[in-house]
């Protein structure tokens, strides 16, 4: 999938439709909402937890925006080799392996409220879609953010999105949780 910002409301879309499958199991059946794996997050943790980190890189999008109207914005950074495999295989190729140990900004609350969690899931969706929506093609290629999250793999490494990257980063890792959640055992 290209990764431009010409290409931001297909990527948006695919966003949306990878937000519905994260939701659809626990719309159809609202008991998986508590339910997980053993020692694992239940369908509504995952959920946050997909949310969470949507809520942060998208106040951070909205933050990035004045300064790249007012041109002070600093020009996309460089990636190291590192970041750039990243980006290639998680982003672009959509493969997100399991097992990484979430940062302390993204941990779900124990029992996260079912409505307000997807109410805010969709709302954040719609936020970077609405960024994207304000601005030309280029712009959208140059605004960027710092990961609000700290970097992949390493806490101490720099990481950057620019917004096509960080829509698709969403649409795969909602889609990763999304395989999660089908894998938890029926009541």
Request: proline share 9%; charged share 20%.
């Amino acid at each position: 999938m290209k990764l431009t910002g010409q290409d931001l409301p297909a990527l948006c879309g695919d966003l949306d439709e990878a937000l519905r499958e994260l939701t659809s199991g626990v719309e159809r059946d609202t008991s998986l909402w508590t339910r997980g794996r053993p020692k694992k997050w239940a369908a509504g943790q995952q959920i946050a937890h997909v949310g969470l980190i949507m809520t942060l890189m998208a106040e951070a999008f909205e933050a990035a925006e004045p300064a790249l109207r007012a041109s002070t914005l600093p020009p996309v950074p460089r990636r190291g080799l590192l970041q750039a495999m990243f980006v290639k295989v998680v982003v672009e190729g959509g493969f997100m392996p399991s097992g990484a140990r979430a940062v302390a900004a993204s941990l779900p609350p124990d029992c996260p409220e079912p409505a307000a969690t997807l109410a805010a899931l969709r709302a954040d969706a719609g936020r970077l879609r609405a960024v994207g929506e304000r601005m030309s093609a280029p712009e959208r290629d140059r605004l960027w953010i710092w990961n609000p999250i700290g970097g992949v793999p390493s806490k101490v490494t720099t990481w950057h999105y620019r917004l096509p990257e960080a829509v698709r980063i969403h649409a795969v890792h909602a889609r990763h949780h999304a395989r999660s959640i089908a894998g938890i055992p029926a009541a």
